[in-house]
């Protein structure tokens, strides 16, 4: 019943106030608690801004460095060139694969000079595989988590100046003895417009924050992907050299 009520009074206050209803007049008529919750909204808004460029950039490089990185070290470690293919991931420093990569032909590098141990390069490759993988997902996945806060938190945040507005439209009541809508007009409209910011920050870092994760679980595969390939390499390698 609340929800059917602020409906009807949102709609009699923008049929009323058609001729003034804009953002400047909207925030001169709130009071300072609802302003307050319109900054702190307006500061997550441009936090999830900031998050999703930086990451849709960083994403974007990433994949395309790989796609030219994957075939051009492909063909320098079938030749067996494990200097060159390290110097053509120097050259593509943010695909991802690159870097996972890089890591695992420098520790088999060092160990076939100075390990004596035999499997030992594989096993430490293995390991910088590992230790490359965890890092750079740790790279991409950064930011991202606080899009999923904002995403769940920005509509309480909302509903907190919602209350406030009510607070204001009863305070309305009792400074003006009387329960018309020109009482209440101040505070109801204060409760719909942070209600209604909430959710349009909220939601957007909600859908961009899904499609992330699915752009960070496909970047999770291809790195696993490139480590098995990478292992199944070196094994054939160093079988060659034992022959």
Known sequence: MLGVKLLTLGLWLFQEEAATFDPLSMWRSMGWPARAVVVVLFIMSCWSIGVM???????????????????AVAGALKEGKIDEAIAIAEQNKRSHLAKVVTAGLQEFQAHQVSSEIPGEEIEASKRAL?????????????????????????????LFGTVLGIIHAFQGIATQHTSGL????????????????????????VWVYNYFTGKIEAFDVEMDNSSSELIDYFLKRTGREKR
Not at 182 to 205: C, D, K, M, N, R
């Open 130 to 158: 590992e230790r490359a993988a965890a890092i750079v997902h740790a790279e991409l996945k950064r930011g991202v988590s606080s899009l999923a806060t904002i995403g769940s938190t920005a509509p309480f945040v909302g």
């Open 182 to 205: 020109g009482a209440v007009a101040g505070g109801i409209s204060e409760a719909l417009v942070t209600t209604a910011i909430g959710l349009f920050v909220a939601i957007p870092a």
């Open 53 to 71: 460029v930086d990451r849709w950039i960083a994403y974007r490089a990433a994949r395309n460095q790989s796609r030219i990185f994957a075939p």
